[in-house]
Structures are given as C-alpha cells and as structure tokens.
C-alpha cells in the first residue's frame, strides 16, 4: 500500500511512523491541505489521508479514482468534507470515530470554566501585577442547568462530567439513549425546552443538513440571558454573525470555540506574521468574554496515538479486503438499503 498523506504535521508524522514500524507502507507526507490544484499528487497511491480541512470534492474524487486511489482516510470524527454521493461506487472512505472523547469533552469543561472564572483575563492581569478582582466574577457551576446537543461518545462523556459538578444536564440527539440518561441522571428533552432552560449549551453533534447553523438568530432568541455558547463539534454549527450580535446585545454571555465557520484559512498554521483578513474572526477575538481555540480539542498524547491505530488498521483491513469497520458511504448515510456493512462486507 501506498498513502498520500496530506496537511501533515510533525507530531502526525512522529505518531503514523510509529504505528507503520511494524505495517511498513511507504506514506509520503506532504505539508499541504489537498486541494483541486495538486491533486494530481495523488497519481500511484493506492490511499489518500487527509484531515478536517482538506476538502474532497466531485471533481477530486474523479481525478484520484483514475489516479489509482480507492481508498480516502479521515483521521478525524467529522466527515462532512468529502462528497460521498460522488464517492460512492469508487473510493471507499473511512473515518476514526472515536480517537478520545475524553480530550475533547475535557477540553469542552476547560473552555466552560475559563470563561466562567476568567482565568484567562486573570493570568494577563497578574502578569502586569494587576491584582484587582474587579471584572472577574463568576458563577457556581453547581445547580446550573446545561444543555448538550449530540450524545455520541463525546457527548455522553461530558454529560458526566457536568453531573459530577452538580449541574442538571439536558439532553438533545435524533437517537434518544434512555438507558444512558437514567443510568446519569440526565433527561432527553426537545430542542426548544433546552433552548430556554440551559444557562451552558454545548455542541457536540455533527454537521449535517439538519445541524448546520443550529445556533443562529431565532434560536440563540429562545436562550436564557447570559447563556455560554461552547462549540467543539464543528463551525458551522453557528451562524457567527448571528453569535456576534448575540454578544452585542448580551444575549450571549460568553462563547468558547474550538472551531471556526471559515477555519480551514487559518486553524492549525501560524499567521502571527500576516494581518488577518477576515473581519469576522477578528471581530470575534476582539471580546472579553470569547476563548478561541484552534481546533486543538483533540490534542493529546492519548488522541494522537490513537488516530494513527485506528487509522493504519483502517487501511490494513482495506489492504486485505476485509470488512471496514468504520467506512461511511453515500447508503449509509441515506438509510437506502443498499449499503452491505450490516452483513459483514464492504459497502460497496
């Protein structure tokens, strides 16, 4: 086997040579995101893996299905960067669905409570030796109501965490885990009542059709006044000019994000160099009262060891023509019934 490894890191290339020690398949790292203008870097490799922004397009998928590559790796959760309609029947696509939902629910409670506590207007303060307490003010977490939409693995974890800090959690996802909310104490409701009763609101679903700007002007208006807004799932599961007035008319008490609408321009290289462009980003690192993070929810040891496991056992199964665990097709994600993963096969 041979894979096109594109947007690589060092640290990416330190945790896949480990893995690949013992599996031996000649991956050439390119720094670059895949894009339309190299794609024909692809030609003679059997696998593409690539990450959150690189964007797969009908077009691409043509170009890399006569270039010989059947077989796209994401070694990421979200998968709404690849057009699977015109994949299907050509290029099989995998994903790492679960590389550590503790890392990101983690770092979900690290945003909460560093907007709640301030800490990182208190570091920048003391620094200058400005001890003043004023401005810094915040509230018990305990007795609070939060909110979390998506209870996949990341979802569910942080769901417990909240509970164990004495918050009442609310729960909204398509597919209700009854099981789940009993066992922790938490209690699926629809996705108005948790609009109006969550003073924390958490985004832990996937981008979809039925998610794609969940946040926007008529429902950050069903919200609490001073609601925090944490979004690690994905950006454009808000609308971010509808979040800006939200937070000019303090509606929005206070926003963590992970991710950005427009992040693949920026997240995950360093623009300190350069004047940023975009208006809105800069709008949005302007507030006090919003962490940006770039997309580093994922960032841990743990995580990075496990996205290149289960991404080279990915591409072994394929290599072998064994089932793949974790492939996702144009049928899957239809429900059309023609999708061969339930009896153990390949979906196509």
Excluded: W
């Amino acid at each position: 086997m041979k894979i096109a490894f594109f947007d690589a890191k060092p640290y990416d290339r330190e945790s896949f040579d480990r893995i690949n020690d013992n599996l031996g398949y000649t991956i050439k790292y390119f720094p670059s995101h895949l894009t339309e203008d190299n794609c024909q870097l692809t030609d003679g490799y059997d696998a593409v893996c690539i990450f959150v922004n690189d964007t797969v397009t009908a077009k691409m998928i043509d170009s890399m299905y006569e270039n010989g590559v059947r077989l796209i790796a994401l070694r990421c959760a979200g998968f709404n960067n690849v057009d699977f309609k015109a994949a299907y029947g050509k290029i099989h696509v995998i994903r790492v669905p679960a590389y550590s939902p503790h890392a990101v629910a983690e770092h979900a409670l690290a945003l909460m409570m560093t907007l709640n506590r301030k800490t990182h207007r208190a570091y920048n303060r003391t620094r200058e030796s400005n001890f003043a307490l004023s401005g810094l003010i915040g509230f018990d977490m305990y007795g609070k109501t939060a909110g979390i939409f998506g209870t996949g693995k990341i979802g569910k974890e942080l769901a417990k965490i909240l509970r164990g800090l004495g918050m009442k959690v609310l729960l909204s996802d398509p597919y209700v885990d009854e099981e789940f909310a009993k066992q922790n104490g938490c209690e699926y409701v629809d996705k108005e009542r948790l609009l109006r009763e969550a003073d924390v609101i958490s985004l832990n679903c996937p981008l979809t059709k039925q998610t794609e700007y969940l946040i926007n002007e008529e429902t950050i208006a069903m919200m609490k006044p001073g609601v925090m807004i944490i979004n690690t799932g994905r950006g454009k599961l808000i609308k971010t000019k509808d979040l800006i007035t939200g937070l000019k008319n303090r509606k929005i008490g206070s926003a963590g994000l992970d991710v950005y609408e427009e992040e693949s321009q920026y997240f995950f290289e360093d623009h300190s160099d350069r004047i940023l462009t975009d208006d809105v980003l800069a709008r949005l690192i302007s507030f006090s009262n919003v962490i940006i993070t770039s997309h580093q929810a994922f960032f841990t040891n743990e995580a990075i060891a496990e996205i290149a496991s289960v991404t080279l056992r990915g591409v072994e199964s394929f290599s072998k023509g064994e089932k793949l665990e974790n492939e996702i097709c144009y049928q899957c994600m239809n429900m059309g019934g023609n999708c061969k993963r339930q009896a153990g096969a390949k979906c196509f």
